[in-house]
């Protein structure tokens, strides 16, 4: 892991309402984010997570408040839920990820051989080399999520953006796609994540930052997995959880939906 001292993102008082104003998403958010960490974004259904992430992707407009991304637009990878994306749309993982070089492409031209190989190769890096013809629709949650990741990498992507790629995937398919992650973050990728589950969010990642429509706390694990922060969260839905022998308090996530 490459951690620098570097911002990558930096909101400024940003606030973003829903409803003609009548809403509130996020509230008066100010952090900032640097190159080379990988940050978990943590809350309960409804706080929040998702705008923050679609107000950095420029996919929402602040309300009021600033929110800047030091990072090449062309260069941010995306992975959204996966109730936004149709999947049964007749294009195969090699398609997707080549879309990740249509600003080396060209418009009106065909890809070359070169382009193919940056295909290839970020195939390879996501495991999904043998997959490549297979169509999108075909594939598990696990994998359509790292086909995204691929796409990121034909782009040259140097921040990855995840909203909730854990959610609806088995444990084994959580950890191929923690460790493809772990492996990227390793090259210098800057990872940010949306995430339900605490105990990834405390052991993987190096910054937690904490929103129920405004910021909570934003900092090291060990420094926001605390008793006060996770009560402001989660209220009374949280529990005493032991890790790696130590007392913790985390959240009992009993549903998810794509409104988080």
């Not at 943590?42 to 600033?66: D, Q, Y």
């Not at 594939?139 to 909203?163: H, K, N, T, Y």
């Not at 890790?243 to 939906?257: K, N, P, Q, R």
């Amino acid at each position: 892991m490459i951690i620098t001292s570097t911002p990558i993102i930096q909101a400024d008082h940003l606030s973003v309402h829903y409803g003609g104003g009548r809403e509130i998403a996020l509230e008066d958010v100010s952090v900032t984010l640097n190159a080379g960490e990988r940050i978990a974004l943590i809350g309960p259904n409804g706080a929040g997570k998702s705008t923050f992430i679609k107000a950095v992707m420029r996919m929402l407009t602040p309300s009021s408040g600033t929110i800047t991304v030091s990072e090449d637009p062309l260069k941010i990878g995306y992975v959204p839920q996966s109730d936004d994306v149709k999947w049964d749309f007749p294009v195969t993982v090699r398609d997707v990820v080549l879309m990740g070089c249509t600003r080396q492409i060209g418009w009106l031209r065909l890809p070359s051989r070169a382009h193919h190989r940056t295909v290839d190769h970020a195939l390879e890096q996501v495991g999904l080399h043998v997959l490549a013809d297979v169509p999108i629709g075909d594939l598990s949650g696990g994998q359509r999520r790292r086909v995204f990741i691929a796409r990121a990498l034909a782009q040259e992507a140097r921040l990855l953006i995840l909203d909730e790629p854990f959610s609806g995937v088995d444990v084994s398919a959580q950890g191929d796609l923690m460790a493809v992650l772990d492996r990227l973050n390793a090259d210098g990728m800057t990872i940010l994540l949306s995430t339900h589950d605490l105990d990834l969010a405390y052991r993987h990642f190096d910054q937690v930052m904490a929103v129920r429509r405004r910021l909570i706390a934003y900092g090291i694990p060990s420094d926001v997995f605390c008793s006060d922060t996770l009560a402001q969260l989660y209220g009374a839905r949280i529990v005493t959880h032991h890790s790696d022998g130590h007392a913790m308090t985390m959240y009992v996530d009993d549903h998810h939906c794509s409104e988080c």
